[in-house]
């Protein structure tokens, strides 16, 4: 459209331009609100499958089908919190005597706010045995245990330190509710809630050769030893003690029979 200049006879195009931008700017505004709604589509169907959704038309949040999934999950990512701490964290020292039953030590504390039942097992449990087997421990308690194992002759001529055991031990823990008399079958009754808390391994050691591992091994034996005689030993009755009627009585007629005698001798003096 166009429009004449009375004056000067000229013809301004007032329209054509304008109009003509008007249509790219709209064109561009449009494809960009397409390309935007598409992205916002695709990233809002990819957020609904990641979260297990259903998609929503009206433009809400979408719902999460249970915040106790998410919650699983991710209690399945972090490790297994142990209920027991371990020293040797990972292996049971043995000194090397073959052909003789020797011991080895571990020290169990139970780092938990319950009571926990602690279980040893053995590959091999026809040379290897545990005292104790088994136990229950308070919230802080701890205990050694003194595992024995029967040393085999070496092959071919091996050096003691070249030695490389089959045989590994592992201890489990199980939650329990209290303070109750341990038995094993505790933990076959409760299998869904037992824990392995370590695989350990068989080290041997010099006896001749004096290090700091055979020195602590010395040394844990040594308290495995008292704690077992302590063991051992009647519980002292730290009560008060009741004397009988008899005694009473008996304790009171030498009393008094004393006590004439003396009066007797007295009355002899006087004469």
Same mark, same amino acid.
């Given at each position: 459209?166009?429009?004449?200049?009375? +004056?000067?006879?000229?013809?301004?195009?007032?329209?054509?331009?304008?109009?003509?931008?008007?249509?790219?700017?709209?064109?561009?505004?449009?494809?960009?609100?397409?390309?935007?709604?598409?992205?916002?589509?695709?990233?809002?169907? %990819?957020?609904?499958?990641?979260?297990?959704?259903?998609?929503?038309?009206?433009?809400?949040?979408?719902?999460?089908?249970?915040?106790?999934?998410?919650?699983?999950?991710?209690?399945?990512?972090?490790?297994? @919190?142990?209920?027991?701490?371990?020293?040797?964290?990972?292996?049971?020292?043995?000194?090397?005597?073959?052909?003789? %039953?020797?011991?080895?030590?571990?020290?169990?504390?139970?780092?938990?706010?319950?009571?926990?039942?602690?279980?040893?097992?053995?590959?091999?449990?026809?040379?290897?045995?545990?005292?104790?087997?088994?136990?229950?421990?308070?919230?802080?308690?701890?205990?050694?245990?003194?595992?024995?194992?029967?040393?085999?002759?070496?092959?071919?001529?091996?050096?003691?330190?070249?030695?490389?055991?089959?045989?590994?031990?592992?201890?489990?823990?199980?939650?329990?509710?209290?303070?109750?008399?341990?038995?094993?079958?505790?933990?076959?009754?409760?299998?869904?809630?037992?824990?392995?808390? %370590?695989?350990?391994?068989?080290?041997?050691?010099?006896?001749?050769?004096?290090?700091?591992?055979?020195? +602590?091994?010395?040394?844990?034996?040594?308290?495995?030893?008292?704690?077992?005689?302590?063991?051992?030993?009647?519980?002292?009755?730290?009560?008060?003690?009741?004397?009988?009627?008899?005694?009473?009585?008996?304790?009171?007629?030498?009393? @008094?029979?004393?006590?004439?005698?003396? %009066?007797?001798?007295?009355?002899?003096?006087?004469?």
């Amino acid at each position: 459209m166009a429009i004449a200049d009375e +004056k000067d006879g000229k013809v301004w195009g007032l329209f054509k331009l304008p109009f003509r931008n008007a249509q790219s700017t709209s064109t561009t505004t449009t494809s960009r609100s397409s390309s935007h709604n598409t992205t916002t589509h695709h990233y809002r169907t %990819q957020q609904n499958q990641s979260l297990g959704s259903t998609s929503l038309d009206d433009g809400s949040i979408p719902r999460t089908n249970s915040s106790s999934s998410v919650s699983s999950v991710a209690r399945s990512l972090l490790p297994a @919190r142990r209920r027991l701490k371990l020293d040797p964290s990972n292996k049971l020292y043995f000194p090397y005597e073959p052909g003789k %039953q020797v011991r080895s030590a571990i020290k169990i504390k139970n780092s938990s706010k319950s009571h926990v039942a602690f279980k040893f097992q053995t590959t091999a449990p026809k040379s290897c045995f545990m005292r104790p087997p088994g136990a229950i421990l308070a919230p802080g308690e701890s205990i050694i245990a003194t595992v024995f194992k029967f040393v085999e002759h070496p092959e071919n001529n091996e050096k003691p330190m070249d030695q490389k055991s089959k045989v590994k031990f592992k201890i489990m823990s199980l939650k329990v509710k209290g303070p109750m008399d341990y038995v094993p079958e505790l933990f076959d009754e409760q299998k869904d809630q037992v824990a392995v808390e %370590q695989i350990l391994r068989v080290i041997f050691l010099d006896v001749e050769r004096p290090s700091p591992a055979f020195e +602590k091994l010395k040394r844990q034996l040594a308290e495995a030893d008292a704690a077992l005689e302590a063991r051992k030993k009647p519980a002292e009755d730290t009560g008060p003690k009741i004397i009988g009627e008899g005694l009473v009585i008996d304790e009171w007629k030498e009393r @008094r029979e004393r006590y004439l005698a003396r %009066q007797q001798v007295e009355g002899v003096d006087s004469v």
